[in-house]
């Protein structure tokens, strides 16, 4: 059911194709809008009250689906407000199935309505590859103040209904009747009310813009809208869509499980079994089983960067010939090899970060797009393990996996399993700094890196080819410092995730001369000395993605005679339900000052509610870290 | 009739860089490219190569893409993956591979690109290569570049251009051994060959890259694109070829007519400024490059219909309505683009992929059709700084666009810096950008509400911020002045140390708005003059008081003049800081000089001053 190689790069213009198009969505009660008809006031609207920042918003955007022709037509109106709205004049559009449009463009002439209807000219089909073909339509004569009517129909159901948009939607409404031809699931997402207004019929009005927030997770998590999955079709028409019958877990797991591309590759392994006994042989714990198993699967097949839940048509050429496949691929012969060597192993299916959480009470098999193994070694807590990464190891997820929950397809039964990493964000941060009488302050820095601080930092030493000079300059810019060098790298330890590497310090701009007294600014390239949070407000939750856990440790040489004046005093604080904490200790040594801080963090996801809060925690931080000490000589 | 050689060894301006060698992601081992042009014209390109991928990051080299459209095919290509020792895995084929056509919802056209993934990564490994393709219509011919990218060594690369005996083609080579050449009488072979070139790290803009590698640049001397014949011969043939193509009579509808009738033409620069603005209001830009659409405008008539149109077309349009009101204006045809090599204007060929207006007036004023929002005459850094053809028919010429020089690239920064005891501070800014600096007015005008809040705050080095508003200044559409006020709040502004408050002597934003040094490793580049004036007058609680004796600081040099100064005021403090850069590309002793300056500027950016209490 999967077209194997375009997949990589059909999510990124699906992706792009949803970010474009909008599919838009509608005012209140339901307005009388006829197709090409448009009123005076929607023409002479020249701002939105409720945003008036609004470039264009969308007046009316109704779907309906009717049941005698099997056939979805929506009408979609939208007004352009300024010059940055006019990009709303041309759309693209994803459909089932061959579409026939009428596009209206309405402009104020001399207080007379001119109505002019586009042709065909204006509306192209294209092929962005093989068969898959997009709709693209130019609205002609759009000018500020234009109202465009756009409809279309096709035979079957759109995938999705938005009721919300990156511009704000006054009304919007989506009708589905009944039919004995087709069935299907809907899911509702987001936070914007949805009323529902007759059988199978909905509608939202006066919605806001979607906003895009940093530390979001998928903005297709929060924005208001209706998946819709046909899960069968009974009649033969032209181009209909792929069929699928996930209405419960049970019967996604089961089909999971039957697939030949995902049960049967764990199942049919008797092609291991030369690897298996090899490693067999070795009379290992089960736990250096597992690793030796990991690392066979890693050494022998590396990632094609695409995200899967089934295997390709020969994935075993893949393993053994090719050395190259995707997650399916990679971690399903992974599951394969360690059910082979007798372990307790199973496929957890799951959806990337990207591609939206998966919902306990949404069954999709659609909606799969990952495949991870779950791994119980009886003494232990079980663990996850996905092998698409050479620095991966037991109970690591990357970071695109950690997303909700996943679905563990056991022998006979399926369950929910949290996607998260045994490791957390973790960081040990040793600094020696010595002040000389000439006022020289200088030292060396120690980092260790662990974790998913671990992971993070060797995907950026990939990203930069693992080029020191381009990376000291990252640690420049990402600290505002000068003066760091003599980089090095040791201790990189794949099994404990651990990382360790040195800089040297040379800190002028640390140190102020302030004529009877010295300024110092004790703490370089503090994560948290800037404040992460920026807006005021907060509309979706926050998404850090895991737990913190970050240790600084200063030891500051003073010169003999050194006297110290002014210094921080020793802090301690958290937010209300301690999730987040803080501790600044500062103490006098024999030859100076020491200085320890600590940040936890133990909660991976912040609801908006607690926004405000969080940014002040983190403003606290940055007041703290950022304190000078004032010494006399 | 004669081959058409020009022999320039690069004695233009390009950078000559020492770089060091860098890591080799993957090797050419051999390859081997064949342009052979037929009687009819038709180009045939063969190639057959053989590269080893040495590690994951040179696994893109293990591709296969080709550009495709109307007038190019892939024919065939047969794909062979060799492991390390030899040993064959696979063939593939073009049924293997997949063709893409990715294009933004403005654009539409006949292109696509071809891509073959040999899916496979059992590093080091070979890929054998060998493809033909077939261009029927062609301005341009591909530029054979035996060094196609970063990080990648040839051990032998050789091209051979075949041509019946009687054509013309243009050749031009820059760091490479002259060809050697056979002929017969029927056909002529011309050969180049490369071998041991090392390979590049990225730490150089890919345009000074281009410009340094061994290369033939090729074009053809006459073509003919859908029964339209054109020569390269000269700049001035191209330019009528362009002229004739686009010369056919306009239409313009009568809505049009009408306004253009009703204009008083006598101030030309205002009788511009009203059509400009008439086009800006009516039309937007939307790409369709079908088949010889590419090189030809769509008729003005529909423009005027339909309300949109790629540059060609919008380009057209407005010149067709200038004609109609009796102003003679020219279309410039440009490289267009940041990070694009410059225009060889010795070497008439297709080396453009925009077009705009000039029209000659006392000065001569460039028009850019394409954007809703520019004011009239600006054009920005798209198309300025570098050589264009001026269309004009039996006079088109190179000529230089538009400089931005340091006097018109100026940002002025006013502000008033309220600072409380605990060091929190208050911002009213106001920032004129013009000149280069004027290009963040597209940005003003057309970001999501939120996005200048949450996403551009690094504009400002500030550690804990908020933007609490922001406006940009409604002014005359024409104005090439923007101006914009912030308000924002900085907690923590200061730090407090006892009775005394430490805050930097930089209060606005840091340098990195101005230069990304990011991209600076063994060479600086400074591509546009330009200058910073901040104002900032602080108030502060009248008992402190700054001690410090040097309160102004200069760093003059060769590559221009920062400014730190500090006056005390009746309220506070009047901090000034002004930075003057210099255009100019440095390599060498000349970079290492560069640093020198720049360090030290680096180093007064991050002072502090402390703000004692008077007792």
């Known amino acids: 059911m999967n077209k194997i190689l375009p997949i990589r790069l059909l999510s990124i213009i699906l992706f792009s194709i949803c970010a474009l198009t909008a599919s838009l969505g509608q005012s209140v009660p339901r307005p009388d809008i006829k197709f090409g008809k448009v009123s005076l006031e929607e023409l002479k609207m020249t701002h939105y009250e409720r945003d008036s920042s609004a470039a264009a918003i969308i007046l009316f955007d109704v779907g309906k689906f009717t049941d005698s022709n099997i056939t979805f037509t929506r009408h979609l109106r939208i007004k352009i407000l300024n010059k940055a709205g006019l990009s709303w004049a ?147 028409g032209a181009n209909t869509r792929i069929v699928d019958f996930s209405s419960t877990w049970g019967k996604v797991a089961g089909n999971l499980d039957g697939s030949d591309r995902f049960g049967g590759v764990i199942k049919n392994n008797k092609y291991l079994k030369e690897v298996a006994d090899s490693i067999g042989s070795l009379n290992l714990t089960p736990l250096e089983t597992t690793k030796a198993a990991l690392n066979y699967i890693k050494d022998n097949i590396k990632w094609d960067n695409t995200n899967r839940a089934f295997a390709s048509d020969d994935y075993r050429l893949k393993l053994t010939k090719y050395h190259t496949g995707s997650s399916a691929d990679i971690n399903l012969q992974l599951i394969a090899l360690l059910q082979r060597l007798g372990l307790e192993a199973y496929p957890v299916a799951l959806s990337t970060k990207d591609n939206g959480v998966l919902l306990e009470y949404q069954p999709a098999i659609d909606q799969l797009n990952y ?117 090095v790298v040791s201790q990189k330890n794949v099994d404990k995730q651990s990382i360790t590497e040195k800089f040297n310090l040379d800190l002028e701009s640390k140190v102020i001369d302030n004529g009877n007294s010295i300024i110092l600014f004790p703490i370089v390239m503090y994560d948290y000395d800037k404040n992460p949070l920026k807006s005021d407000t907060r509309q979706y939750p926050i998404d850090l993605i895991s737990t913190k856990n970050y240790s600084y440790t200063t030891i500051l040489n003073l010169p003999q005679k050194a006297e110290i004046v002014n210094a921080p005093t020793s802090v301690k604080f958290m937010n209300s339900d301690a999730s987040a904490n803080f501790q600044y200790l500062i103490s006098k040594s024999a030859t100076g000052l020491q200085l320890k801080i600590d940040l936890t963090i133990e909660k991976s996801v912040f609801l908006e509610t607690e926004y405000v809060e969080l940014k002040e925690f983190f403003s606290q931080v940055s007041k703290a870290v950022n304190q000078p000490i004032e010494i006399v000589l | ?244 193509l686009n010369n056919d009579t306009y239409e313009l509808t009568q809505d049009t007519k009408n306004y253009l009738n009703g204009l008083d033409s006598r101030n030309s ?122 269309i004009d028919k039996n006079k088109s010429q190179i000529i230089r666009s538009k400089t931005y020089k340091l006097e018109d690239n100026v940002q002025l920064n006013n502000a008033q810096l309220s600072i409380d005891s605990e060091g929190n501070g208050q911002l009213n800014l106001e920032t004129i950008n013009e000149g280069v600096f004027m290009e963040q007015l597209f940005l003003y005008k057309s970001a999501a509400n939120n996005y200048i809040s949450d996403y551009q705050n690094k504009d400002f080095g500030y550690k804990d911020f908020i933007i609490n508003s922001y406006t940009l200044e409604e002014s005359d559409r024409d104005s090439e002045r923007m101006r914009v006020n912030f308000e924002i709040t900085i907690k923590n502004f200061g730090q407090k140390l006892g009775d005394k408050l430490i805050i930097p002597k930089v209060q606005l934003r840091p340098l990195a708005n101005y230069i990304d040094e990011s991209e600076l490793y063994e060479y600086a580049s400074i591509p546009r003059a330009i200058q910073i004036v901040d104002s900032v007058n602080i108030i502060m609680e009248e008992k402190f008081y700054m001690n410090q004796q040097s309160k102004e600081e200069v760093i003059e040099s060769e590559f221009g003049k920062y400014t730190q100064k500090i006056i005390e005021s009746d309220k506070g403090l009047i901090c000034i800081r002004s930075i003057e850069l210099k255009k100019g590309d440095y390599t060498k002793e000349e970079y290492q000089k560069f640093n020198k300056f720049w360090s030290k500027v680096k180093r007064l950016e991050k002072k502090k001053m402390v703000l004692n209490t008077k007792t």
Request: hydrophobic content about 35%; overall charge negative.
């Open chain 1, 90 to 236: 041309d759309q693209t559009f994803n459909t089932p199935s061959k579409s026939s449009f009428k596009v209206v463009v309405n402009n104020l002439e001399n207080n007379e309505v001119i109505s002019e209807k586009a042709k065909s000219e204006s509306i192209f089909e294209e092929e962005i590859f093989d068969d898959f073909k997009v709709y693209k339509v130019f609205a002609p004569n759009v000018k500020v103040g234009s109202v465009i009517d756009i409809s279309y129909s096709f035979i079957g159901l759109p995938s999705e209904w938005r009721f919300q948009e990156i511009i704000p939607v006054v009304y919007s409404e989506l009708e589905i009747e009944s039919s004995k031809l087709i069935s299907y699931n809907k899911f509702s997402f987001g936070f914007e009310p949805i009323q529902t207004i007759g059988y199978n019929k909905w509608r939202a009005v006066n919605v806001p813009a979607f906003k895009i927030e940093p530390f979001l997770n998928s903005y297709k998590n929060y924005i208001t809208k209706f998946r819709i999955q046909v899960t069968s079709i009974n009649f033969y």
């Open chain 1, 371 to 487: 495949v991870v193994s779950f791994i119980n070694l009886n003494d232990n807590e079980p663990l996850l393990i996905d092998a698409t990464s050479e620095e991966s190891t037991l109970g690591v997820l990357p970071i695109r996996c950690i997303n909700g929950k996943g679905l563990l397809i056991g022998e006979e039964k399926y369950k929910w399993v949290d996607l998260k990493s045994n490791y957390t964000y973790e960081k040990r941060q040793f600094t020696m700094l010595t002040l000389t009488e000439e006022l020289e302050l200088t030292g060396q820095m120690s980092v260790n890196h662990k974790g998913l601080e671990f992971s993070s930092w060797c995907e950026e030493q990939n990203e930069l080819n693992e080029d020191s000079e381009k990376y000291m300059n990252r640690i420049k810019e990402k600290f505002d410092i000068e003066g760091v060098s003599n980089h």
């Open chain 2, 1 to 244: 009739m004669r081959l058409f050689f020009v022999f320039l060894f690069s004695i233009s301006a390009f950078l000559n860089l020492s770089i060091s060698y860098g890591q080799e992601y993957a090797k050419i081992i051999t390859d081997n490219t064949t342009y052979e042009i037929e009687k009819n014209d038709d180009l045939i390109i063969t190639q057959n190569y053989k590269i080893q991928i040495n590690s994951k990051e040179g696994l893109k080299f293990s591709y296969f893409y080709d550009y495709i459209d109307k007038f190019k095919k892939l024919k065939k290509l047969e794909v062979i993956v060799r492991d390390k020792t030899g040993k064959k895995i696979k063939s593939l084929n073009k049924g293997d591979g997949h063709e893409y056509g990715f294009n933004s919802s403005y654009e539409i056209d006949d292109s696509k690109i071809f891509v073959l993934d040999p899916d496979y990564q059992n590093y080091p490994f070979t890929i054998e290569v060998t493809s033909k393709s077939e261009q029927t219509d062609y301005l341009s011919m591909p530029t054979w570049l035996p060094r196609n990218s970063f990080n990648i060594k040839v051990e032998s690369s050789n091209l051979e251009i075949i041509l019946p005996i009687n054509k013309e083609i243009k050749i031009k080579e820059e760091f490479i051994a002259p060809a050697s050449i056979q002929e017969d009488s029927l056909v002529k072979i011309i050969k180049y060959h490369a071998e041991n070139l090392e390979p590049i790290d990225s730490k150089i803009r890919y345009s000074d890259f281009y410009e340094s590698q061994p290369k033939v640049i090729i074009a053809p001397f006459e073509f003919e694109i859908e029964k339209a014949k054109g020569s390269f011969e000269s700049w001035q043939k191209f330019g009528d070829w362009f002229y004739d």
């Open chain 2, 269 to 390: 620069y205002e009788t511009i400024r009203k059509i400009y603005h008439y086009m800006q209001d009516r039309t937007r830009y939307v790409s369709i490059q079908l088949g010889i659409g590419g090189y030809k405008s769509i008729p003005t008539a529909f423009v005027d219909e339909k309300g949109y149109g790629d540059c060609k077309a919008l380009t057209t349009y407005m010149k067709n309505m200038l004609d109609y009101v009796g102003i003679k204006s020219n279309y410039i045809l440009v490289k267009a683009g940041k990070d694009v090599p410059d225009v060889k204007k010795e070497f008439p060929s297709n080396q453009f992929n925009h077009v705009f207006l000039g029209i000659p007036l006392s000065d001569t004023v460039f028009l850019e059709c394409t954007s809703q929002i520019s004011p009239t005459y600006y054009t920005g850094t798209f198309t300025d700084d570098r050589n264009v053809l001026w």
